[in-house]
């Protein structure tokens, strides 16, 4: 049998390692920034209330991906996203060329503060799902190959073309709020179009994210609720920290960065 006291001294020590991992120096420039969050459950003050976790995940230079921080915030607002990309600023970051995320409005908000150059790209997975939510579900087989059709052109004009065109549709099947979302949202999720095509099909959704979001929930369905935030935060990071140890290789890239250095070097030529 341990003891009440041996366990909370084994927990204090992981969540010191676990701390020093979460706060440990950054890279000065990661090209690609994928951004998320996920709610899970605390104990307060005698009632179960939310809690969300903000997560930061990045592609080097070199194309190896790394956990760049992980947060705890009452909500995705602007504040609890300020408080992420601060904490990433201080630590060494400065330069994020584009940040990949659902339409969040407290982050979209909050990244010009910090990162003031950085590009956005809304999701193009969520962007569709927020079209479809205004298509009746009998409509949907029809409209799918329409959206997915508008970003596999060749060229962001091309794209932009072919949404207009899609939208005149929606129009003619009496989808005028779904025509309308599209046409006001295009632009917002054809960034990727300004990096290497080669990148596209990565950096154009967060799903890379949302996977890992995904094991993180079923890791911590068994839990419940948790006693509080600290702990919530712990499990996450922990979670992360391994699936970052075991399972990126420093071998392996997640991407091959030769064609974003040439349009680089063409760029200071």
């Not at 341990?2 to 420039?29: A, C, D, G, M």
């Not at 917002?188 to 596209?200: A, K, V």
């Not at 996977?211 to 929930?217: A, L, Y």
Request: charged share 30%; glycine share 6%; net charge positive.
């Amino acid at each position: 049998r341990v003891s009440p006291s041996t366990v909370s001294n084994l927990n204090q020590k992981i969540y010191e390692r676990i701390e020093e991992w979460r706060q440990r120096p950054l890279r000065n420039r990661y090209v690609y920034t994928y951004l998320d969050g996920l709610w899970l459950k605390r104990a307060w003050g005698g009632e179960v209330e939310n809690v969300s976790i903000l997560v930061a995940i990045g592609v080097n230079e070199m194309g190896f991906r790394e956990v760049l921080g992980v947060s705890e915030g009452m909500s995705e607002d602007k504040e609890s996203w300020r408080n992420l990309l601060r904490n990433l600023y201080g630590r060494g970051l400065r330069r994020i060329d584009l940040a990949i995320s659902d339409k969040a409005a407290g982050l979209i908000e909050a990244l010009p503060e910090f990162y003031p150059q950085a590009k956005w790209q809304r999701c193009v997975f969520h962007f569709h799902k927020n079209i479809l939510h205004k298509v009746p579900k009998q409509k949907r087989e029809e409209v799918i190959p329409m959206l997915k059709a508008i970003h596999a052109q060749e060229d962001a004009q091309s794209a932009r073309e072919k949404a207009i065109s899609v939208a005149a549709k929606l129009e003619d099947l009496k989808l005028g709020p779904a025509a309308s979302i599209l046409l006001q949202g295009i632009d917002e999720s054809l960034t990727y179009y300004r990096f290497p095509r080669e990148h596209h099909r990565s950096i154009r959704t967060n799903n890379m994210l949302e996977r890992i979001m995904k094991e993180i929930r079923r890791r911590t369905r068994v839990v419940g609720s948790f006693p509080d935030g600290k702990s919530a935060l712990m499990l996450a990071c922990a979670r992360l920290r391994y699936i970052a140890t075991k399972s990126w290789s420093d071998t392996r890239k997640y991407m091959d960065m030769t064609k974003l250095e040439e349009i680089e070097l063409q760029q200071t030529a």
